[in-house]
């Protein structure tokens, strides 16, 4: 039987060789040889100043709330439909994760739902680039100016999006990607900070290195985390980097065979790619009509897998989920939440995987 990957790398020999050269001479002189080009490169790539590797986009956001000093009483804005490291580190601080809908066509944190979420004790908004779909930034940092709170993009799944040709990252305070095995650029697992504020870039910095004081050697003033990026992880992911263009432009033509073969049905709706905007659409994925329910999606999805065409459940409805959150009103997320199956992505997919994907699901929804 023939079995279509739900998601993975596309590694060249570029990656093969860097990566063995850092095996081989990323030590003693040469041990931040590769984590400072890599992240000197990426800053390029986004358009900003600074840029912090580090283990995992988790670590990431971890860095980045500790250096805005969320912390028990502060809430951050977060969408109900993401996967739940976009919050665990305001938990993690002790602050309060605030739910807000989604939009129905981009599936993006709803600008209008936040500003209903603002209180006196609100002190970011996290807005997440879902399944590759730039978040609406220009009403994000409108909303966010006029009550002065802070911009945190989690950029995870948006490598290489934009709007009005800009990449995303660039337009928060500072923002967070991931480099884990699924994402179009891969280091294994990985993540990025991102920023055009020194004070901010500082400060997660300092967090990022234990909290060392400037002028002593093994002084630390505070407690820091551990989440760095070795050089072997940094050696792949600027190999990656450095074919960025080409491993996004794949992606973006799995989803559009995915268009041809799936073609203009009426029994779901797929990703869109607004006026403007240009969607990596790292995840192709199909939303079933109000008319389906959530148990006929997950049959779908284990008869789809059964057939080779591994998938995965839309997000999950967060504050749904986990029992210490109190559920929130969220009807669009929740919907959905409950219709959504991620089609198959990997990276090295070709067109007959996804012309047989696309087949096999058409003809399982005809008989569901």
């Not at 502060?74 to 807000?100: K, M, R």
């Not at 991931?178 to 697992?189: D, H, I, N, Y």
């Not at 967090?207 to 002028?215: L, T, V």
């Not at 973006?252 to 403007?276: A, C, H, V």
Request: net charge negative; with cysteine.
């Amino acid at each position: 039987m023939k079995t279509i990957a739900s998601a993975g790398p596309w590694i060249t020999q570029l990656e093969i060789d860097y990566v063995t050269d850092a095996c081989t001479n990323g030590w003693y002189n040469n041990w931040s040889g590769y984590i400072d080009k890599f992240e000197e490169s990426f800053a390029s790539w986004i358009g900003v100043k600074y840029a912090i590797s580090t283990s995992s986009c988790t670590g990431a956001l971890h860095i980045i709330m500790a250096a805005l000093d969320i912390k028990e009483g502060d809430e951050v804005i977060v969408p109900e439909a993401t996967w739940i490291a976009t919050l665990s580190a305001i938990v993690y601080l002790g602050g309060t994760p605030v739910f807000v809908d989604i939009e129905k066509d981009t599936w993006c944190i709803s600008p209008e739902d936040i500003e209903r979420k603002i209180t006196s004790r609100t002190k970011a908004i996290i807005p997440v680039h879902n399944y590759g779909h730039p978040a609406d930034m220009k009403r994000i940092r409108e909303i966010a100016n006029k009550y002065d709170i802070y911009v945190v993009e989690d950029a995870a799944p948006g490598l290489g999006s934009k709007i009005d040709g800009a990449v995303v990252g660039s337009f928060g305070d500072v923002a967070a990607f991931s480099f884990q095995g699924a994402k179009p650029l891969v280091t294994g697992e990985g993540g990025m900070i991102v920023t055009d504020n020194e004070d901010i870039y500082k400060r997660c910095y300092y967090f990022w290195d234990h909290c060392r004081g400037e002028d002593k050697v093994l002084w630390n003033t505070d407690i820091g985390f551990k989440y760095k990026m070795s050089a072997i992880q940094a050696a792949l992911g600027l190999g990656q980097l450095e074919r960025v263009d080409e491993i996004i432009e794949k992606r973006r033509q799995i989803y559009f065979w995915y268009k041809e073969f799936l073609g203009q049905s009426d029994k779901f709706l797929m990703n869109i790619e607004r006026d403007g905007y240009y969607n990596n659409f790292y995840v192709p994925t199909i939303v079933l009509n109000d008319d389906y329910s959530e148990s006929q999606r997950d049959h779908l999805s284990r008869k789809m897998s059964d057939a080779g065409v591994l998938n995965r459940p839309f997000w999950r409805a967060i504050s749904k989920m986990v029992p210490k959150f109190t559920p929130t009103n969220t009807p669009i997320a929740d919907g959905i939440c409950a219709r959504g199956i991620n089609l198959p992505c990997a990276s090295k997919l070709e067109r007959d995987d996804i012309e047989y994907a696309a087949e096999t699901t058409l003809k399982l929804l005809d008989n569901l």
